[in-house]
């Protein structure tokens, strides 16, 4: 009995030198950084010769956020109108091309190239400059593919009497279908292995106890890959929170570059409290449907 | 009896309604297949065809609109000058000696650590690994300007501060624009993304069977042993898998980058101030000759991912679906 514990002790002891490096990364890169960045949201810092002169100021950066910058909320509002129409759109088109991607066919090994290849390119900058110069600029008339159909469709849709909103809604959808190819990426890569590791089993169960093809993706699929519907959601949403191309990040940048650091501070803190907020609530959401097959 | 025998001719005999419906969706459904992933194909595929497209196209074809896709003329001048501009050959030496080498050192540490998590008890290792998680979530604005400050005084456990009131100096240490910025980081599991690698190790590692392991440590190998000759050399698909993830995250990094080497720009960063860098070759007024060199620079930054990608793409695929992401 005693000998097995000393065995136990000696593992964990081992345990705790394969994360050591971890831990001391953790330390130096994360948890002093994060608190000194606490500590510049709440004073005014003025860089010196040799390190920062740091003078309390109380809550005053975090008050002129809220109250006195024009732009901090309106960007605010912007990232979290675009998260809420985005995520819903990328996780249901990834889980879409996943299925597509996860059947049998000739070809499937080219289609899973391209698909998995924006992966590889997919840069805030080459995003940037493909989004500006060949959709919206004019060498020549082939780059106005996308609008075109989008312009002609909302005419149509409004003739039949949808409601606009629901128009406008699905014509951005038409308008994203780009970036959305280009950032699900890793959304698809994950769908498609949740989807290789249902048993096989499941789909004789299914066939014999004469399920469809909708029934069995309703029933099987959807319960045995929702832990990872919620991995993406909780991906999608960091992802676009955190990405250079939201505004709310790039204008943190910006007053960072100004050398406004407090301000600059706060904002992150803010923000930062509001994505966990966010990722909570849809955590504590999403997870009650969640099932898990080994519990 | 008489039942049996008609469900064996509906299912076996090829004209019955049964069989044609079935035949009816199947190839609608391959049809619908194919429309669908041609026309996602186009959409991710047309930038690409784009930037060939523009980057050999002669000054004169912009504006022969008779010229849509395929130039009349085909010239290296457009990539010659992005080339230059670009400062192309440095930019990728920048590239590899900083992002490359960190993306190397984060996977190596982030397999260790993963490991470490996966196999071994020890207490907080529950609320340790959540960390670890959370690492992920917090955005890299929020620590890079206190480390941006730290690394241009760098600092460790106030050794310097205590140097400088020893003997009075004022040193002050940088290691911006220095392969140190990117290296320290990446090789204490702090990299980009370090959390989420970790993560897919962790997932990894608990897959594997423990018998291995056991037998190990039944000859005697010790857990480093172990860990390093038999569990790395079974990693091989999802240590590649890995490594390309970090590669293609650190070289596609705009924001670090341009904080902490922006003396030394490394490709990524060197495309997004090409627009102006052109200057030195065309009036910075004509929009149309800038687009089509910029066009050109775009295609020479893709162009080592998209060469790794050709070279390692079969694996890569397989991998991923193999990586026991899922767990």
Known sequence: MKRRKTLERRRAFTGYTFILPWLIGLLMFFIVPICTSFSYALSHVSIVRGGVDIRFAGLLYFKNAFFSDEKFLPYLAESLKNLCVEVPIIIIYSLFIAVMLNAKFKGRGVMRSIFFLPLMLSSSVLLSIINDQSYSGSVSDTSSVFMVSSFSMSDILVQAGLPDKVVGYLTMVIDSIFNMTWQSGVQIILFLAALQSVPPALKEAADVEGATAWEYFWKIIIPMISPMILVNIVFTIIDNFTSYTNGVISYITSEAGNLHYSFSSAMTWIYFALISLILLIVVGLVSKKVFYMND | MQNIKEMKNTLFNPHSKLVAARRVQHISMTVFRIALFVGLSYVILYPLLYMVSNAFRSDADILDSSVIWVPKH????????????????????????????????????????????????????????????????????????????????????????????????DTVISILNTPAAFWLPAMFGMGIRSGLFIYIFRQFFRNMPKELEEAAMIDGCGPYYTFFHIMLPNAGTILLTGSIFSMVWYYNDYYLNTM???????LTVSLSHLSMAIGEFVSLSDQQLIKIRVQAGCLLVILPPLILYFIVQRKFTQGIERSGIVG
């Open chain 2, 74 to 169: 085909y010239v290296f001048t457009n990539i010659k000058q992005a080339f230059v501009s670009l400062d192309y050959s440095n930019s990728l030496w920048y590239t590899f000696y900083y992002n490359i080498v960190a993306a190397f050192l984060q996977v190596a540490i982030t397999a260790f650590v993963g490991y470490g998590f996966a196999r071994f008890e020890f207490r907080g290792r529950g609320i340790l690994f959540a960390i670890a998680l959370f690492t992920i979530i917090v955005p890299a604005q929020t620590t890079i300007i206190p480390m941006f400050i730290n690394f241009s005084n760098f600092d460790v456990l106030w050794i310097m501060k205590l140097y400088r009131l020893i003997t009075g100096s």
């Open chain 2, 260 to 266: 902490f080497a922006d003396k030394h720009p490394t």
